[in-house]
């Protein structure tokens, strides 16, 4: 095995297109030294991306957020702009692991891990998110939730990294929240979650949503359909019932020893209602 | 093989060491550099006895590779006492007899510095939620979390 610390992208890029056999980029490493470990091989060549300039960075500019690819989760909850434009991405990145995991874990890392329980995928998913690609081929701009493909693939093609997750400016009167349901009180993976984003009328009538769902299928759901439920409404209890009732319809999960398929269908409704409820009162719904 | 040659600072000391690509920290400061406060308990992040402070964030050192240390700067636990005079949180885990086996020991101490370090004044929560990356088999925890609080006690008097 080598490992490489390349100071630029064009560099992390040409070293993981030319390399003939398995590579991988190395971030906080919570995955893939867990991987290594686990005797489901060694990749032949590490790209620590950590000293490439601006990886490390969370940069606010006109646009919204940039926050690099090496950006530990814990520093994201110490960004106090951060957390109040998107406290939902914030709590879903902070609930990955330990403490002595947060200090190392990524939220391209867990994008790019592509569990479907994944925490932070949800909330990004549903703030909107997107995923800034490097590669042989330039940069290009992705949507969050079309980089898992199924449980540990990605569509990103040899080369690529993910430099960036970008996160939009917020409009006024705009709230975010993320929920899972865990056995346990911390350190867990999530049995089901789910992440709601909102923005407000002057007059608390809700004019845009995004829903997404997390752990009830091979990869994020994203929930149209439970988006139009809630637009229009100001989360009466009649909207709510029947988010839960889209919700639970959308889901498509497995039957584990976490959780039943009635379970997760059930669950699944139940916190899209709790998480819609925290985001509309985020985005200051009464 | 040779190696990478890596430059660090652990315990404010510069050292160097040469160490394989795969080869974690947590191995490198066990059997290469002598430091073996820091244990290896599950060796996949889950039990904090590998815990160290790295650039001023608390992280299972079974994580990191030797080669990640390059110019950083790494606190063990070997780093925690002044000579003969331990540190609050040492006194306090004696005091409390907050340890039996004393294999999480090491990884308790580090990660409670590094709670004290960025929260004073904790909660019982809050230590108990901070702590959550640290596994006793021994102890059940309350007597860990008593002693937490009394030298929190201490070193917010001092």
Same mark, same amino acid.
């Given at each position: ?286 | 093989? =040779? ?5 660090? #600072? *652990?315990? &404010?000391? /510069? ?5 394989? +690509? ?46 990640? =240390? ?5 606190? #063990? *636990?070997? &780093?925690? /006492? ?5 540190? +609050? ?54 007597? *860990? ?14």
């Amino acid at each position: 095995m080598r490992y490489i610390r390349p100071l630029s992208i064009e560099d992390a890029v040409g070293q993981l297109a030319g390399s003939a056999g398995t590579a991988a980029i190395l971030a906080g490493g919570s995955d893939l030294l867990v991987r290594m470990k686990g005797g489901f091989g060694e990749p032949e060549l590490i790209v620590d991306i950590k000293a490439i300039d601006g990886l490390s960075e969370i940069r606010e500019t006109a646009e919204g957020f940039s926050i690099g690819a090496a950006v530990p989760c814990a520093v994201l909850g110490e960004n106090t702009d951060l957390k109040k434009a998107w406290p939902g991405v914030v709590e879903a990145a902070k609930l990955i692991g330990s403490k002595q995991v947060q200090g190392r874990c990524t939220i391209v890392g867990n994008l790019c891990n592509a569990s479907p329980a994944a925490d932070s995928v949800p909330a990004l998913v549903a703030a909107g998110a997107k995923a800034v690609v490097v590669g042989p081929a330039g940069r290009r701009t992705i949507p969050v939730q079309s980089v898992p493909t199924a449980p540990g693939k990605t569509s990103l093609a040899k080369g690529e990294i993910i430099e960036a997750i970008l996160l939009d400016k917020r409009e006024p009167r705009s709230g975010d929240a993320y929920l899972r349901f865990i056995p346990r009180t911390e350190m867990d993976i999530a049995v089901v979650s789910a992440g709601v984003n909102l923005t407000l009328d002057e007059h608390g009538v809700v004019k845009s949503a995004r829903v997404a769902l997390g752990a009830v299928a091979a990869t994020v759901l994203l929930v149209e359909e439970a988006a139009e439920v809630l637009i229009g409404s100001r989360l009466d209890e009649a909207t709510l019932e029947r988010l839960a009732k889209v919700c639970a319809g959308a889901c498509r999960p497995i039957d584990d020893k976490r959780g039943t398929i009635e379970f997760r269908r059930k669950v699944a409704g139940v916190l899209a209602q709790r998480a819609a409820t925290s985001a509309y009162a985020r985005a200051g719904g009464k | 093989m =040779a190696g990478i040659a890596v430059s660090t #600072t *652990i315990n &404010g000391d /510069a050292v160097e060491y040469l160490c394989q +690509p795969d080869e974690t920290l947590l191995d490198v400061l066990r059997d290469r550099l002598g430091l073996t406060g820091a244990k290896e308990g599950c060796g996949t992040g889950d039990c904090g006895a590998c815990s160290i402070i790295l650039d001023d964030r608390l992280v299972c050192s079974c994580l990191v590779l030797g080669a990640e =240390a390059e110019g950083r700067r790494v606190e #063990t *636990i070997e &780093g925690m /006492a002044h000579g003969d005079t331990l540190h +609050p949180l040492q006194q306090k885990f004696l005091e409390h007899a907050a340890l039996q086996c004393g294999i999480c020991t090491p990884g308790f101490l580090i990660a409670a510095k590094d709670l004290l370090a960025k929260n004073p004044d904790p909660t019982e929560e809050e230590i108990r939620f901070g702590l959550a990356g640290n596994l006793c088999r021994c102890t059940g925890y309350d007597k *860990i979390v008593r002693a937490v609080q009394d030298a929190a006690i201490v070193m917010k008097g001092a």
